[in-house]
């Protein structure tokens, strides 16, 4: 995945036709971030190299010229939440849970989610969820400013390609 979402950054950065780039998920989560029994069979230098991997592709997500919009449905958790955190705008519809459940498993984000989530929503309630796991629900995440908006499920594709390419005025 994450090579997946370094070509496509890289391909949007270089497609003149292309305006920006929606990331989403299924109709029911962003993401659970990633499988945490595939993480534990890392060695220290695979892990290094894993993490490493992760911060170069979230780092083109976040430096694109062109706006990336993450277009967020139910779990958006762990390295799913750094992958929105590095996009330009996120959305979300009513069924968002965005977490950090890592803390409780003794394991921290390695793909720059703890340095976009405190400067988004602030230390102190990035501390929370990152040693509690709090989950914020999306009204709780739109008060806190970690979502733009939220609209309808229906509705949450059109709005993230409306902010991804804007109408010329």
């Known amino acids: 995945m994450l090579a997946d979402v370094a070509k496509e950054i890289s391909a949007l950065r270089s497609t003149d036709g292309l305006a920006g780039a929606v990331i989403t998920g299924t109709s029911r989560a962003f993401a659970a971030g990633a499988e945490i029994a595939e993480i534990a069979r890392l060695s220290a230098a695979e892990g290094h190299e894993f993490s490493r991997n ?32 590095a996009c330009h705008v996120r959305i979300a519809a009513p069924d968002a849970l965005f977490a950090h459940p890592g803390g409780g498993i003794g394991i921290m984000t390695g793909w720059g989610g703890t340095q976009r989530l405190p400067r988004l929503i602030g230390r102190s309630r990035a501390f929370e969820m990152f040693i509690t796991g709090r989950r914020l629900d999306a009204c709780e995440a739109l008060e806190c400013g970690l979502v733009n908006t939220i609209v309808q499920p229906g509705d949450l594709i059109t709005a993230a390609i409306a902010r991804a390419a804007p109408s010329p005025r």
């Open 54 to 85: 992760g911060q170069r592709a979230f780092n083109l997500v976040e430096q694109s010229r062109k706006p990336t919009v993450a277009a967020i449905r139910g779990y958006c958790m762990g390295g799913a939440l750094d992958l929105a955190l």
